[in-house]
Nanobody
Framework: QLQASGGGLVQAGGSLRLSCAAS????????TGWFRQASGKEREFVAA????????DYADSVKGRFTISRDNAKNTTYLQMNSLKPEDTAVYFC?????????????????WGQGTKVTVSS
């Protein structure tokens, strides 16, 4: 089970940190990722991170602004979001896949959290 938290309302240029806590199993051997879905749009890839945190991947739209990290001792993955823009407004979902390869396609992920809403005002 994955539990996402940390969403909220922030002004453009501000920061938020999302957390994704895993329970029920040890996710140290799972790739974890973040996806987002804006109102009326399809779910899109944001970032993903490998087992040890040494391998990451980002969508072009968030490169240089967002940072994904993980703490396997806490079974938690984080998404630090800086320089937020109104177009970052969406529901953010964390996901995990039981594999070593970092992927950016939603259908490659086996487990999903419930989502946390991020609203960036202009």
């Amino acid at each position: 089970q994955l539990q996402a938290s940390g969403g909220g309302l922030v002004q453009a240029g501000g920061s938020l940190r999302l957390s994704c806590a895993a329970s029920g199993r040890t996710f140290s051997r799972y790739v974890t990722g973040w996806f987002r879905q804006a109102s009326g749009k399809e779910r899109e890839f944001v970032a993903a991170i490998g087992w040890t945190g040494g391998l990451t991947d980002y969508a072009d739209s968030v490169k240089g602004r967002f940072t994904i990290s993980r703490d396997n001792a806490k079974n938690t993955t984080y998404l630090q979001m800086n320089s937020l823009k109104p177009e970052d407004t969406a529901v953010y979902f964390c996901a995990a896949r039981a594999s070593w390869s970092v992927e950016n396609e939603a259908n490659k992920y086996n487990y999903w959290g419930q989502g946390t809403k991020v609203t960036v005002s202009s």
